[in-house]
């Protein structure tokens, strides 16, 4: 097996979002508020998971932080970009996730967060404006200004390490093209101010070439072009993507692959979603939504293999529609519709109706890659790093191989991927062993 020597976690690592709206000021805070001892970093693997090591008999179970090494919270610097001027606390405070008891404690520390200047164009993002945005000759220029924003942030802010983690609007839907292929095309493209060349992929090209891992938390291209996953590979950067998976699709990737389990059919699935924060507003632009909607309704089709399971699957109607509503604000009302079917053909339904908060659901995410990023770079990886599959939508997976979506699934292989940077037996559950039977080769994996 080849031996992972994880360099250290010293100094301080910097945390830079794109886009500071209500996912990533409500990650900020939440760290911040998580060192001061005012709330806990619930929903984070990095802060608060287990992970069970050797044997069950041997009843080794660690914390994952103390486990492997990782940024502390205290360590850790926040910075990004936005279209606005609003600082952190003036942004969450816009935002309205948190609630002004949990803000002002930390007024102080959330006001020094100061967005800078973006890289933007209307085209791919409609429904917003702001007066805080880069001018420059061309897009190659506009990179070149993101670079150098990243080099005087780790400077200036005496960061070791940075992760840039994508939290800006979901920009227009593109495809694949040839100014995509090869990353002389790419920067021929930036040059001509190519309208294929959206920000995201902008700021996915800056963070690369300064050797900086990139987590794309949103549905649009950028990390996924040919081009960029063949930099990462070629610079030793470690990238992930796509779109944070956090409330209905999170459901979905949980049940789908229970009612799979047991070979159930699925007629049908109807989800719906009422959304009132800016997220919702911008996805309200149908370019927008089409983005979202790819990635939404690609995780059915994966889990359920419909070829290989016709009867069960092969006449799914599977819609997905999210309509912005106001007076909801950041709390997202879904509802799901699963009609299902069992033994001779017999329906049945069942309903889902979550009433979640986005962002609080989110912010967790941001926390745990941006750590497990830092890890992976800490551990020498490079390139598509699928076993962060988890916590993303439409995980990245490399060409040819089908991505994983089961929850269940992902996780084992994220603790895998753990237990084999600390050097510890893989588990494969396999279980024989405390039964007295021989199990071969696998009992060289533990259970
Ligand atoms: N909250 C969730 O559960 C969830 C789940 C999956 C994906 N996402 C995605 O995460 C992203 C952020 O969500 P949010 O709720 O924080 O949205 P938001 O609208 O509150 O924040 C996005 C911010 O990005 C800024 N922005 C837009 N384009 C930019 C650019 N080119 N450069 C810099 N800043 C830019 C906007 O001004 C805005 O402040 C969205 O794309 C959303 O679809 C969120």
């Known amino acids: 097996m080849q031996q992972i020597n994880v360099k250290p976690a010293s100094g301080r690592l910097g945390i830079l979002t794109p886009g500071m709206g209500a996912v990533s000021t409500t990650f900020m805070a939440g760290v911040i508020s998580a060192r001061k001892g005012l709330s806990k970093p619930i929903g984070s693997l990095t802060e608060m998971g287990y992970i069970r090591l050797g044997k069950r008999t041997e009843k080794r179970q660690s914390l994952i932080r103390e486990f492997l090494p990782f940024a502390r919270l205290d360590d850790i610097v926040f910075g990004g970009w936005d279209i606005f001027t609003d600082n952190a606390y003036e942004a969450a405070s816009k935002a ?104 995201s992929m902008i700021y996915t090209y800056a963070s690369l070439m300064e050797g900086v891992p990139y987590v794309n938390g949103a549905p649009n291209l950028s990390v996924e072009l040919p081009c960029l996953m063949k930099l990462a590979e070629d610079k030793g950067v470690p990238i992930a993507g796509s779109d944070f998976k956090t409330g209905q699709t999170l459901m979905k990737t949980i049940i789908a692959p229970g009612l799979k389990a047991r070979l159930l059919g699925i007629a049908g699935w109807y989800s719906t979603n009422i959304l009132g924060n800016r997220d919702g507003e911008v996805l309200q632009d149908p370019e927008s939504f089409k983005s979202k909607e790819v990635s939404k309704l690609s995780v059915l089709d994966s889990i359920l293999e419909p070829e290989r399971y016709p009867d069960l699957y092969g006449d799914l109607h599977h819609l997905v529609k999210i309509n912005y509503y106001k007076p909801r604000g950041d709390n ?6 699963i009609d299902i079917m069992g033994w001779m053909g017999y329906d049945m339904q069942i309903k889902v109706n979550f009433l979640c908060r986005d962002s609080i659901l989110a912010a967790p995410l941001v926390l745990d890659l941006a750590q497990f990023m830092d890890l992976a770079a800490r551990s020498g990886f490079k390139g598509i790093q699928e076993w962060l599959s988890f916590y993303l939508k439409s995980p990245l997976a490399k060409q040819g191989l089908q991505p994983e979506h089961d929850l269940q699934v992902q996780k084992l292989k994220l603790e895998n991927t753990l237990r084999y940077i600390g050097k510890e037996e893989l588990i494969n559950h396999l279980g024989l062993t405390y039964y007295g039977y021989d199990e071969g080769d696998a009992s060289k994996i533990g259970n």
Do not use: Y
Request: glycine share 6%; with cysteine; net charge neutral.
């Open 332 to 337: 997202k009302e879904g509802w799901d519709n």
């Open 96 to 199: 309205r996730v948190l609630r002004p008891e949990h803000l002002d404690p930390i007024k102080e520390e959330m006001t020094q967060i100061k967005p800078m200047a973006a890289v933007f164009d209307p085209a791919f993002v409609k429904n917003i404006s702001g007066p805080n945005i880069k001018k420059g000759k061309n897009k190659l220029d506009l990179a070149d200004q993101l670079r150098a924003d990243i080099r005087n942030f780790k400077k200036n802010n005496n960061c070791e390490r940075l992760v840039l983690v994508w939290c800006g609007s979901t920009e227009a839907h593109l495809k694949v093209g040839p100014e995509h292929q090869t990353l002389e095309g790419f920067e021929k493209a930036m040059k001509e101010d190519s309208p294929n060349i959206s920000p």
